[in-house]
């Protein structure tokens, strides 16, 4: 029951009440006229929501922030025309569209742009389907299952130049002395056959003449790796925009494919269900996913996934920790953190989230602005490089320039 | 200033740029003010004005809608104190409500014309509509009659389809976008629509309709000042307190005559020869909670021919502030109910004032009345149309037991006051007295006297008004009980006036108008001249005067729930007009089948049994009538490609109806394995060859396809 059925029938009301009081009839004619609509228009809407048929037509992914096009193609499939109805669709973005007739057998597509401001995987099944046609006294409505699915990944930003790779202090700390063996492109000999080889690496000349199956060894990658930790311990609602978390995503994700663009092994890894998790040498759909269905509530403090990184930081020159300002991050020990990771790593870079630049939603504990410079001091005199970013902020801009401190 | 003028920006909000809604609620006000101006609340500036300068505020609202609106707030705030000045002043020295309404209706109506200039949201328009709503209710309460209908109908149209139109939300940017394929659609859309529409408003009719009918109709409020006025009063000359009715005339013989609003009850006597017919002309409209006598004139002496009063002397009333108190005269002991009645009269009358029996106090345009010794009530003017009065009277709820109790108090022995209602005619025959006399012989108590001689002339007399004269020399009464035995309300009131006097019970004639017809719109009591009535008034010891009416009975003093509602009499008059339009034969085969239906009710496995076939009835109609609208049965590949359908749809795959033959295959590809997706595409290769080659298939492809679907079909069901 909408608050126009409560008008009608307060005016019903009062016009009874007058009427009565001055006897005149006229008025109890206008209080049932009133009231009428009232008691029919709980009845009348239930048809129009009966004999529809809905298809979603929404694209499988998208970047968050992107505005998409969803359509909602309706079909009648009754002998009545359907009227006023309401489509209310939560797919990636709640939308509530209007038609405002549909004959018999018609099927209209009705055509909305959404913006993607959610990261993940959104699976959608119903749209609902409303009517208070004719009076707008009462509402019907039905749930019509209509599965999608879309999968936002983090905002992606072109980074052309990645100061912090490009200007590594010390490059032979991240390669190895001798080579080992490994997958990486890089040819090392040939031996014999075992079990479990690949036939892809059957090297057919040797084979042809020594007579026996011969394999191609390669050398052990030793590019120099970035690794980037992205600080999944938790997430805060934010109203209309992306989420502290969605930003270290994004800035991931930015960096990741800046690096890969420049032919460097990308290591991600976060934490998930307590536990280290990662990812590497991954197809760049696949890294993209991994980021877009990060969740918060890792179950590990940066400290505590800093000290469960081990051989991720292997072949690693820099370490980038995209990490909120959450009040778990304490400066102090953030910063012996920091020390700890520049003995392993040759470069720390370190992306702050600022929380409290957020419009979020409820109180969420995180360090506000004094406490914030006290953990890039921290950081800085761990010898980490700090980039400091707010809601909205370019990442463009934060990472397309070195800050003057540590420009080579 | 600045800061209000920045607030009142900041309040401007989304402007309504729809058109139609605009001009749907621009139509209802228009409506609205028109039925104000038709019921003449207003004088013809303030009509025009408002008609013209309302459709000119919505066109310049919406002109305006999207810029600041500071300057026309300003000077519609200059032009609201304006008319609220003009108003006060027009109401300076008003008493009553009544005298306040053509002021008020005027301000409504100013207060509505400047609200049209500054009309820039949705929100504003509601305002509108909320307006209108007000203003036709003030129409509804001056109108009299039915006539209401011309404005009533068109501004609930109007008003429906704003509450259609305004189910889309406001226009907003980037909004969702319809598309929808060109074709024949479009028409078939609008007679669907249009034929829907036709079902909403029927469905709302019934609803209002049972809505009105189960609206009880409550007593109203005593209004510290109930309405009288007189818009033409014609002062009779030397008036001193006798009856004057101006349309009345005699025959050649001195008789009385009826003419079209002349009846001849309303003079100083009351002839039983006259005769003749009132016109159905409404001459009173009667503003009161319930149905009662509207009592005229009463006569205390019967001469064999004609009832007169015998003592002429009248006492004058003066007004007290506003009003004529009544209350000194004969108190009465029974418990009463007190009814406020106004009387808007229609039609010239003769200077009596109508009133339910007893008027305690009355609201009239005079500065004096005069009582009789019968109680009646005399006015120095003569009530035309535009004369408004209200009586205020205290029925007295007189049950048979009360009344049976009154009358074991004696009269006092020899009371004179008396003895002038038990005066019978020197004349009268014998026979009248002895028929008196064995009607009442088995009665104990004056109550029940009175009733039994009620009861014995509804059984023994008719109503008919076109009786012949009587004979000359005859008593009305005896000629009418012993040789007649037919007549109107004048002959059946006095007989028992005559038979109760010759029985010792003290009795008057008394005149007036029955209650009339409740229209049941307005609410007012429509009393015509043809309503005009004559009936008795019994003297209860202790009680005082009793009416009773032998031809069509009081209506009772407390009408109780029942009473209270509308729906029996609307009911009965449809019932009514039914039963005059289907001829006898019908009407008895309904009554038949009601009792046939009355007494299998009464039998529950049988009114079971009934409900039961009912039941099966419909789903069996409901069934063929989902055949008929499915088409004929398919066939050959038609029916291959229908099981193909049964198929998939049991495995969660459905054929959505806009999908085609060829996207269905597509659609369910996906989820089949390829013996399968050959047995699909066989199917529907060969259904698409029946439909649409224009060519006959083979029967052997008919028995493929046929295969094929059973295949699927035994694989949706999971047997091999």
Redesign the interface.
Same mark, same amino acid.
């Given at each position: 029951v909408r608050r126009r059925a409560l008008a009608l029938a307060g005016g019903a009301v009062l016009l009874f009440l007058v009427g009565t009081s001055v006897q005149a009839g006229w008025l109890l004619v206008l209080a049932a006229c009133l009231a009428g609509p009232v008691v029919a228009g709980v009845v009348l809407p239930a048809r129009m929501v009966r004999g529809i048929e809905l298809e979603r037509r929404a694209p499988g992914e998208a970047f968050q922030g992107d505005e998409v096009r969803v359509g909602l193609v309706v079909h009648n499939r009754s002998r009545g025309p359907r009227l006023a109805l309401e489509l209310r669709d939560e797919h990636l973005e709640p939308s509530s569209s209007f038609v405002r007739a549909l004959g018999p057998g018609e099927t209209v597509v009705v055509e909305t742009h959404r913006t993607a401001w959610r990261r993940g995987a959104h699976a959608t099944s119903d749209v609902v389907l409303a009517s208070s046609a004719p009076f707008g006294v009462a509402e019907r409505r039905r749930r019509v299952a209509v599965p999608s699915a879309t999968v936002v990944y983090p905002r992606l930003v072109r980074l052309d130049e990645l100061w912090f790779l490009e200007s590594a202090p010390t490059p032979e700390r991240a390669i190895h002395s001798t080579p080992r063996l490994g997958t990486g492109p890089d040819y090392l000999g040939i031996r014999e056959y075992r079990a479990g080889d690949s036939m892809r690496h059957v090297h057919w000349p040797s084979t042809a003449r020594l007579g026996t199956l011969m394999v191609r060894e390669f050398e052990r990658e030793q590019t120099r790796r970035l690794v980037v930790v992205v600080d999944s311990v938790a997430d805060a609602p934010v109203l209309g925009g992306p989420t502290p978390l969605d930003v270290c995503c994004s800035v991931a994700a930015s960096v990741a494919f800046a690096a890969h663009g420049g032919g460097r092994g990308v290591r991600l890894v976060t934490a998930a269900g307590g536990e280290a998790s990662s990812i590497a040498r991954g197809e760049r759909a696949d890294t993209l996913r991994w980021l877009a269905e990060l969740r918060p509530g890792g179950g590990l403090r940066v400290a505590e996934l800093a000290d469960r990184l081990g051989d991720d930081l292997l072949g690693a020159a820099t370490l980038l920790l995209a990490m909120p300002t959450w009040r778990a991050n304490d400066p102090e020990e953030l910063g012996r953190v920091a020390d700890d990771l520049a003995q392993r790593v040759p470069r720390v870079v370190v992306a702050l989230v600022e929380v409290h630049t957020f419009e979020v939603g409820g109180r969420v504990p995180h360090l506000d602005p004094g406490r914030v410079d006290a953990l890039e001091d921290e950081l800085r005199g761990a010898g980490a490089l700090v980039v400091r970013l707010g809601a909205g902020s370019d990442l463009a801009a934060a990472f397309g320039r070195a800050p003057a401190e540590v420009a080579p | 200033v600045s800061a209000l003028a920045e607030r009142i920006r900041g309040a401007q909000g989304v402007p309504e740029d729809s058109r139609p809604i605009r001009t749907v609620v621009a139509l209802m006000v228009e409506v609205a003010i028109l039925a104000v101006v038709a019921q003449g609340a207003v004088d013809g500036a303030t009509a025009a004005g408002a008609l013209v300068l309302t459709p000119v505020g919505y066109a310049f609202s919406y002109a305006r809608r999207r810029r600041p609106s500071v300057a026309t707030k300003l000077a519609l705030v200059v032009g609201l104190l304006a008319v609220l000045g003009a108003f006060l002043r027009a109401v300076e020295g008003a008493r009553s409500f009544d005298e306040a309404r053509e002021p008020l209706a005027a301000l409504f109506l100013w207060v509505q014309v400047l609200h049209s200039f500054d009309v820039p949201r949705r929100r504003d328009l509601g305002f509108s509509v909320?307006s209108s $709503?007000i203003l036709? &209710?003030e129409?509804?309460?001056l109108?009299f009659g039915t006539g209401?209908l011309v404005f009533?109908l068109p501004w609930?149209a109007v008003?429906?389809a704003y509450?259609?139109l305004?189910?889309?939300?406001p226009a907003a940017p980037?909004?969702?976008?319809?598309?929808?394929?060109a074709g024949e659609?479009?028409r078939?859309?609008?007679v669907?629509?249009a034929?829907?529409?036709g079902a909403?408003v029927a $469905?709302?009719?019934? &609803?209002?309709?049972?809505?009105?009918l189960a609206?009880p109709?409550?007593?109203?409020?005593n209004?510290a000042l109930p309405p009288f006025r007189a818009d033409h009063a014609t002062a009779l000359p030397s008036f001193r307190g006798e009856v004057v009715n101006p349309g009345l005339t005699v025959d050649a013989d001195g008789v009385p005559e009826f003419s079209d609003l002349a009846y001849p009850g309303f003079s100083a006597s009351v002839d039983l020869r006259a005769r003749g017919l009132l016109s159905d002309e409404v001459v009173l409209r009667v503003?009161?909670?319930q149905p009662a006598l509207w009592r005229g004139l009463a006569y205390d002496t019967y001469d064999g021919t004609t009832w007169t009063v015998s003592d002429e002397r009248v006492l004058s009333i003066p007004r007290t502030h506003d009003s004529f108190d009544l209350a000194s005269e004969s108190p009465t002991l029974l418990p009463t109910r007190s009814v406020l009645a106004?009387f808007y009269v229609q039609a010239e009358m003769p200077n009596v004032v109508f009133g339910a029996y007893r008027a305690e106090e009355v609201y009239f345009p005079a500065s004096t009345l005069t009582l009789d010794r019968e109680g009646s009530l005399r006015a120095p003017i003569l009530l035309e149309e535009g004369v408004v009065y209200s009586v205020i009277s205290e029925i007295p709820v007189a049950t048979p037991e009360l009344l049976r109790g009154a009358a074991s108090v004696p009269f006092a022995t020899g009371d004179a006051s008396i003895a002038r209602y038990l005066r019978l005619p020197a004349e009268l025959p014998e026979r009248v007295v002895r028929l008196a006399e064995r009607i009442t012989a088995g009665s104990t108590t004056q109550a029940d006297a009175v009733a039994a001689v009620e009861d014995w002339l509804r059984r023994n007399t008719e109503y008919n008004l076109e009786i012949s004269a009587d004979p000359p020399g005859v008593d009305a009464v005896d000629h009418f009980l012993f040789e007649r035995r037919e007549g109107f309300c004048e002959h059946i009131a006095s007989a028992m006036a005559v038979l109760l006097r010759a029985v010792g019970v003290p009795t008057r004639l008394v005149t007036g108008f029955g209650p009339g017809g409740r229209?049941?719109?307005?609410?007012?009591f429509d009393v015509r001249a043809s309503d005009a009535h004559a009936w008795v008034e019994v003297l209860y010891p202790g009680a005082g005067w009793i009416a009773y009416d032998p031809t069509f009975g009081v209506p009772p003093a407390d009408p109780g729930t029942a009473g209270r509602f509308i729906a029996p009499e609307v009911l009965a008059a449809i019932g009514r007009f039914f039963s005059a339009a289907v001829p006898e034969p019908l009407r008895a085969a309904a009554r038949a089948v009601g009792r046939a239906i009355a007494a299998a009710t009464g039998a529950w496995p049988v009114a079971l049994a009934g409900v039961a076939a009912a039941a099966v009835l419909v789903a069996g109609l409901r069934r063929r009538r989902a055949r008929r609208?499915a088409g004929p049965r398919p066939e050959g590949a038609a029916l291959a490609f229908a099981e193909l359908e049964r198929a998939m749809a049991a495995r969660g795959h459905p054929r959505?109806?806009?999908r085609t033959a060829h996207e269905f295959v597509h659609d369910v590809r996906p989820h089949l394995g390829p013996a399968e997706r050959e047995d699909v595409e066989l199917v529907v290769r060969l259904f698409e060859l029946d439909r649409f080659s224009g060519e006959r298939l083979e029967d052997d492809d008919v028995v493929l396809a046929l295969a094929a679907a059973d295949r699927l079909a035994a694989s949706a069901r999971g047997s091999p």
């Open positions: - | 909320a $709503v036709m &209710a129409a509804g309460a109108s209401f009533l609930l008003a429906g509450l259609f305004t189910l889309e939300p980037g909004r969702a976008r319809i598309v929808r394929p659609a479009r078939r859309r609008a669907a629509t034929r829907t529409v909403w $469905v709302a009719g019934i &609803a209002v309709s049972a809505v009105f609206l109709r409550l007593p109203g409020l209004l503003r009161a909670p106004t229209n049941p719109f307005t609410g007012y609208s959505a109806a806009h």
